[in-house]
């Protein structure tokens, strides 16, 4: 598979880690649109939210969110930040692998674009 956030999470690509465990792993998105701009993914592949399996909606989004609750006290997010999931082409998702952005460490802007 030619997906670059899989080859992130099989570490054929080299990144700076901000979080992992066991099915979820985080790190600086390369584009940052904020002081704070994390990527949160599954370590399986899934194409989008639209495409996850029920199983990996009841194991993966809680994983996911406590993940991103983590990095955010972390990285003391604590007067807020947003998360944003794109969802296939018209959504602006540019890759076709589960993910989530964290931004934060700026006031943030609405609507979003």
């Known amino acids: 598979m030619d997906c670059i956030f899989c080859k992130i999470a099989n570490r054929e690509i080299d990144t700076e880690v901000i979080f992992e465990n066991a099915e979820i792993l985080a790190f600086e998105d390369q584009n940052p649109q904020a002081p704070t701009h994390i990527l949160v993914i599954p370590k399986k ?6 495409e996850m399996a029920i199983e990996d909606q009841q194991q ?9 609750q983590q990095i955010a006290d972390e990285k003391d997010l604590g007067k807020g930040y947003r998360v944003v999931n794109n969802c296939k082409h018209n959504g602006g998702q540019t890759v076709p692998h589960l993910h989530f952005h964290l931004l934060g460490g700026r006031v943030m802007q609405w609507p979003p674009g």
């Open 45 to 50: 592949h899934i194409s989008n939210i639209q």
């Open 60 to 68: 993966l989004l809680p994983e996911i969110f406590q993940a991103i």
